[in-house]
């Protein structure tokens, strides 16, 4: 797939890479592409661009970018290049100001997620929570003594979550699918718990399992 990604932290350059990784043709956006001559350097089969380049590029979308400035980035890229698109959305919505007792802050509450003002704000774009709730350096094939670690995911176009679910597979986990966009209510928050035992005790090497009978 052509897979247009939004962002030039260390989530947009390991999922970029992982997506290469797996056949995929990769364009990578900021708002400054010559900050990522390094990564470009090491994966010179992906092609940069600014946001909204990226977005027209891609059939399949990653946003990775600050929860606080996630509707800007999406403005940049512009709603058109959004439109009838899936969006993984990795953002999670942390807020300034220190961890308490390793668990960080949200800006979000229990009413309403990060991802269900985005959806509300770019309708025509078909977001899937995932990739929130687990370290940029798990993210693509993570090795778990053999186990498959769990992706929480949601959104409201089932075609959408299928994509996701397919890509999620290639990076070696298994989807469980929560239901529609409200459900990331739910599943940002994993993002505090995933991150406590690192801010609390320096141990980043875990992600979630869903056990069931
Ligand atoms: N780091 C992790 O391990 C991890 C794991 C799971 C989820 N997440 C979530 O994934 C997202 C990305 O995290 P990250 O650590 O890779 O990167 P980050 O440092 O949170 O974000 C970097 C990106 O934010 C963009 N940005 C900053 N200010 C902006 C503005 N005013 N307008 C538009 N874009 C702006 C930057 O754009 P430019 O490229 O133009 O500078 C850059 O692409 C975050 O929401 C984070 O909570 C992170």
């Given at each position: ?133 687990v370290?940029?350096a798990l993210?693509v094939n993570p090795q778990f003594a053999g186990v498959k670690p769990t ?21 070696g986990w298994e ?28 141990e980043w090497n875990h992600a979630f399992k869903l056990l069931?009978?």
């Amino acid at each position: 797939m052509k897979i247009g990604v939004i962002g030039s932290g260390d989530v947009a350059k390991t999922l970029a890479s992982g997506f290469l990784k797996h056949g995929h043709q990769v364009k990578v956006g900021s708002r400054s592409p010559g900050k990522l001559a390094d990564w470009a350097a090491q994966n010179p089969s992906a092609s940069l661009g600014s946001f909204a380049d990226a977005a027209a590029f891609g059939e399949l979308l990653v946003l990775a970018v600050s929860g606080k400035v996630a509707a800007e980035a999406l403005s940049l890229a512009s709603a058109a290049n959004l439109a009838g698109k899936p969006i993984i959305d990795a953002c999670n919505p942390i807020d300034d100001g220190p961890p308490v007792n390793g668990v960080l802050p949200f800006f979000t509450d229990f009413k309403e997620s990060l991802m269900e003002k985005l959806q509300r704000a770019f309708p025509a774009a078909h977001f899937v929570k995932a990739f929130n709730s687990v370290g940029a350096a798990l993210m693509v094939n993570p090795q778990f003594a053999g186990v498959k670690p769990t992706m929480f995911i949601c959104g409201n176009i089932d075609a959408a979550k299928n994509a996701v679910a397919g890509i999620l597979d290639q990076f070696g986990w298994e989807t469980a699918d929560m239901g529609s966009a409200e459900a990331a209510r739910a599943i940002e928050p994993l993002c505090m718990l995933w991150c406590i035992p690192g801010l609390a005790r320096n141990e980043w090497n875990h992600a979630f399992k869903l056990l069931t009978n």
